[in-house]
């Protein structure tokens, strides 16, 4: 019995001793990546759930959509590396993939207003990681069928991936309610 106490003690320390070991060296080469980039932070003044009252309009979301994009602008875009300012890198202000060089950018929310009659209304909400250019050709087809769309810009998204990391389905459902009351509206 002395012997198994020993021998399941020794295993313990062991198996302890390696995974203090795992621990400590991946905190060392933590240490050692390089500094994140000015992409990989957050956005302060996005949408958050607290911020929609019954009295929230369409126009007020987009009084704070367009103060992330500026935000994004001060402390992203301009704050990137001559290093880092390829051509395909999006948050590089000359890069060739960044929206603000586009005649529209298409990670905003938008709006298509058919002309003639409206037939009614829809929201169209993109997905995960995305934002509202993926569903771009779903609004134009129901415009051309005389539908409203509205396509919202869900908090977190199309800016920068670290405004992910603090976005939550609260503010995210929050978002869909405001459009889908203006859509109603």
């Given at each position: 019995m002395k012997k198994l106490f020993k021998w399941v003690f020794r295993l313990a320390a062991g198996t302890i001793l390696v995974v203090l070991t795992i621990i400590l060296m991946r905190a060392f080469?933590?240490?050692r990546q390089p500094d994140l980039k000015p992409w990989h932070g957050t956005l302060s003044s996005e949408f958050r759930a607290k911020d929609l009252?019954?009295?929230?309009?369409?126009?007020?979301?987009?009084?704070?959509?367009?103060?992330?994009?500026?935000?994004?602008?001060?402390e992203v875009i301009a704050k990137v590396a001559p290093s880092d300012r390829g051509r395909y890198n999006r948050y590089a202000s000359d890069?060739?993939?960044?929206?603000?060089?586009?005649?529209?950018?298409?990670?905003?929310?938008?709006?298509l207003v058919p002309e003639g009659e409206v037939r009614g209304g829809v929201l169209l909400l993109h997905g995960l990681t995305d934002s509202?250019?993926?569903?771009?050709?779903?609004a134009e087809l129901y415009a051309r069928e005389g539908f409203y769309a509205l396509s919202l810009r869900v908090p977190g998204h199309?800016?920068?991936?670290?405004?992910?990391?603090?976005a939550k389905w609260e503010d995210w459902r929050a978002a869909a309610r405001l459009g889908a009351r203006h859509v109603r509206g």
């Open positions: 080469d933590a240490r009252t019954d009295k929230s309009t369409l126009a007020d979301y987009l009084r704070i959509e367009e103060a992330v994009f500026a935000q994004m602008e001060r890069g060739l993939v960044n929206p603000l060089r586009f005649p529209k950018n298409w990670n905003h929310t938008f709006e509202p250019y993926s569903v771009r050709a779903e199309g800016t920068i991936p670290g405004a992910l990391t603090v």
